[in-house]
């Protein structure tokens, strides 16, 4: 099982397990069936303009074709720039590309990414990629290791109900009723920030998620509650409020 970290903008490790060949496989496949299903649309507006006038049809069919192709040629580019490195069939399969320090992939990698599918699948036929993906350490194609980006699955290994928190008492009192604006995403956050304080004691990622979150929430804590006491008010109220709903 290949793992990749993601680092977020707290500077937090959060781990992602590395697409898998078959699910990569998956995902080409649905993305394949769409420019089917194109294609065949594309027929049909061929065979309809033999019927009605068959001296404008082989305009219609090369306007068509054209398009089709440009389709086939571009769509994963544009889909990945402009969906945050998903495709249809990405989306589906709940994959995207990401860059290896866990950003976002700027517009160059992403170019550079598809401009190997020359190599990846026209060159080699397809073979090249599977090939690849198969014996690369995070299971990249050619074009992944040029451009430095890597498929994850977009669910993180660490998830809220996988996360122990205390019991929190029937009679508990939310503090922060805005608590209701986050998710569980946000607590799996603060779960891994409390986790890294505990092994590097650095205080600087517990202050900056507090502010980060009082800013979210629109709230203040008194001077006397240091924002490690914040954080963990904000966990028992979220756990309180989820339990009640």
């Given at each position: 099982?290949?793992?990749?970290?993601?680092?977020?903008?707290?500077?937090?490790?959060?781990?992602?397990?590395?697409?898998?060949?078959?699910?990569?496989?998956?995902?080409?496949?649905?993305?394949?069936s769409i420019f089917f299903g194109?294609?065949?649309?594309?027929?049909?507006?061929?065979?309809?303009?033999?019927?009605?006038?068959?001296?404008?049809?082989?305009?219609?069919?090369?306007?068509?074709?054209?398009?089709?192709?440009?389709?086939?040629?571009?769509?994963?580019?544009?889909?990945?720039?402009?969906?945050?490195?998903?495709?249809?069939?990405?989306?589906?399969?709940?994959?995207?590309?990401?860059?290896?320090?866990g950003e976002r992939p700027t517009?160059?990698?992403?170019?550079?990414?598809?401009?190997?599918?020359?190599?990846?699948?026209?060159?080699?036929?397809?073979?090249?990629?599977?090939?690849?993906?198969?014996?690369?350490?995070?299971?990249?194609?050619?074009?992944?290791?040029?451009?430095?980006?890597?498929?994850?699955?977009?669910?993180?290994?660490?998830?809220?109900?996988?996360?122990?928190?205390?019991?929190?008492?029937?009679?508990?009192?939310?503090?922060?009723?805005?608590?209701?604006?986050?998710?569980?995403?946000?607590?799996?956050l603060i779960h891994d920030v409390?986790?890294?304080?505990?092994?590097?004691?650095?205080?600087?990622?517990?202050?900056?998620?507090?502010?980060?979150?009082?800013?979210?929430?629109?709230?203040?804590?008194?001077?006397?509650?240091?924002?490690?006491?914040?954080?963990?008010?904000?966990?028992?109220?979220?756990?309180?409020?989820?339990?009640?709903?």
């Amino acid at each position: 099982m290949e793992i990749v970290k993601v680092v977020t903008s707290q500077n937090v490790e959060i781990d992602y397990l590395v697409a898998s060949l078959g699910t990569r496989m998956k995902a080409r496949a649905i993305d394949y069936s769409i420019f089917f299903g194109i294609y065949l649309l594309c027929m049909m507006i061929f065979v309809g303009s033999l019927r009605s006038d068959a001296s404008s049809s082989p305009w219609i069919f090369g306007i068509a074709t054209i398009v089709w192709l440009i389709l086939c040629v571009f769509y994963d580019l544009v889909c990945e720039i402009f969906f945050n490195g998903q495709s249809i069939g990405k989306k589906v399969s709940k994959i995207k590309v990401i860059s290896l320090n866990g950003e976002r992939p700027t517009v160059s990698q992403y170019i550079l990414r598809w401009l190997f599918r020359i190599v990846d699948f026209g060159v080699t036929l397809g073979t090249g990629a599977v090939t690849s993906v198969a014996v690369s350490s995070h299971k990249q194609r050619f074009g992944d290791i040029v451009a430095g980006t890597v498929v994850i699955k977009t669910q993180a290994i660490t998830r809220y109900k996988d996360l122990t928190f205390k019991e929190i008492p029937l009679d508990y009192e939310i503090t922060y009723p805005q608590v209701s604006l986050l998710t569980d995403e946000d607590l799996i956050l603060i779960h891994d920030v409390f986790a890294n304080f505990g092994r590097t004691k650095n205080s600087l990622l517990i202050y900056k998620l507090a502010i980060r979150i009082k800013d979210y929430l629109h709230v203040s804590y008194p001077k006397e509650i240091n924002e490690y006491r914040f954080l963990e008010t904000i966990v028992n109220d979220y756990i309180s409020y989820t339990t009640k709903i």
